[in-house]
């Protein structure tokens, strides 16, 4: 006997956007930012504030986001609030409508910032429903639609859904990384000011293939720190800009690589430490090319901090393990124990992957756990100066209670170069 279908709901009068489930099952709303159609995974976030951080995390890419908090978009938009220079989250949903801006940082409304971004935006959706449904049956696949005149093919938007393949094995953080080498300059946001610098520079390479900065010098830290100022190599998996605000913050200067830089690369820049961050994808399927690169930073023993992707695959590199989780951690206000002293961090997070905590070997030490699920959030090694943490210790949005990490990563890197 054939599996019956779900009926497919009337569209009401007024319905310029909809949601197609793989299995049939469609929500209206009205849509706003750019038309089209998209499809990917549903997610959703707890935050309250921060919707453009959390639309330009590239660890959002490939990505839907139900918002639970029903007033989105209110305060408007701005050049400011953003982790990247585009929107990686495919789209939105929201419960309210998208009023006007009102907020004296407001350059424009968010549904025009959507659609110069290229991005779907779906309102008058019960975003309740639609959480209580992922944390039921975990994140689905849907395809979302927005056109003004509110006519839509639903075959073939149901049709989209049911072949997209999933997150599980994709490798995604090439696809948002940066193509060129950079020189990091800025500084944290501060009130009245705004951000220090802005991320100031490309660098090229002259026939020698030595690297030849074709922009302004770099200022220094806003920390002032003793001696020589550490080095710190980032790679780019798809990482958020506040990361490298707070490694300058906390006394660091920065240069950032592309996801898939080489070792020999990364040495060329002579670093003090080494940097793994966020991103989107699953990492077994980035693992193939930065698992080999991550084992040859760990032989050097300079100090290694990872953050999200970068936790996970610093996990995968010591042998460690990581799976999909049925639900992922989207939100601004996660308890993580820290295990040391017991005490709680409320940490940002944006991830659907973990590291499984009874894969990780004898010389990983767990330091940090989720106080809501219990799930891996933090290890360093035993025998070498190397650390990591599934949260977002820049925090943007969010609270500020583990900024110490960046402190604790630059401080490792002054201690080794005391040594010398």
């Not at 290694?304 to 610093?314: K, M, T």
């Not at 999909?324 to 961090?345: C, I, S, T, W």
């Amino acid at each position: 006997m054939a599996e019956a279908r779900p009926t497919p709901a009337p569209q009401p009068s007024g319905a310029t956007g909809v949601i197609v489930f793989a299995d049939g099952r469609i929500a209206w709303g009205r849509g706003f930012g750019a038309e089209g159609e998209a499809v990917g995974e549903l997610c959703f976030n707890t935050a309250m504030t921060g919707y453009q951080e959390v639309m330009t995390d590239p660890s959002y890419a490939r990505q839907v986001i139900a918002f639970t908090f029903p007033h989105i978009g209110n305060v408007g938009a701005n050049n400011e609030d953003v982790e990247a220079g585009e929107a990686h989250a495919l789209g939105c949903l929201v419960r309210e409508a998208v009023t006007g801006p009102s907020n004296y940082r407001a350059g424009s409304d968010f549904g025009a910032w959507m659609k110069t971004y290229g991005r779907i935006g779906i309102s008058g959706l019960d975003t309740r429903a639609l959480t209580r449904l992922v944390r039921k049956e975990g994140p689905p696949t849907i395809a979302i639609a927005h056109r003004a005149d509110g006519k839509f093919d639903l075959a073939a938007l149901r049709k989209l859904a049911a072949e997209w393949p999933g997150l599980e094995g994709m490798d995604l953080a090439k696809e948002v990384s940066r193509l060129q080498v950079e020189r990091w300059s800025g500084g944290k946001w501060a009130w009245g000011v705004g951000y220090e610098e802005r991320p100031s520079t490309s660098l090229r390479t002259n026939g020698e293939g030595d690297a030849t900065n074709t922009a302004r010098p770099q200022r220094s830290a806003q920390r002032a720190v003793e001696g020589r100022t550490p080095h710190v190599v980032a790679i780019d998996y798809g990482s958020k800009r506040n990361i490298f605000r707070n490694l300058v913050a906390a006394g660091a200067r920065v240069t950032v690589v592309p996801a898939g830089a080489s070792f020999d690369d990364i040495m060329a820049h002579q670093p003090d430490g080494f940097f793994l961050s966020n991103g989107p994808g699953d990492p077994a399927a980035t693992g193939e090319y930065a698992v080999p690169v991550i084992r040859a930073m760990l032989e050097t023993k300079k100090p290694l901090f990872g953050i999200c992707l970068g936790h996970q695959l610093l996990a995968l590199a010591v042998g460690g393990k990581t799976s999909k989780m049925f639900q992922g951690h989207r939100g601004a206000n996660h308890p993580v124990k820290r295990l040391a002293d017991g005490k709680v961090e409320i940490t940002s997070m944006n991830h659907g992957f973990a590291v499984e905590r009874e894969g990780l070997p004898a010389n990983a030490r767990e330091t940090h756990v989720s106080l809501f699920d219990g799930s891996n959030c933090g290890f360093e090694l035993t025998d070498r100066p190397a650390f990591s943490v599934q949260y977002h210790p820049e925090a943007s949005p969010g609270p500020q209670d583990s900024f110490y990490l960046f402190e604790k990563f630059v401080g490792a890197m002054q201690n080794k170069e005391e040594h010398r």
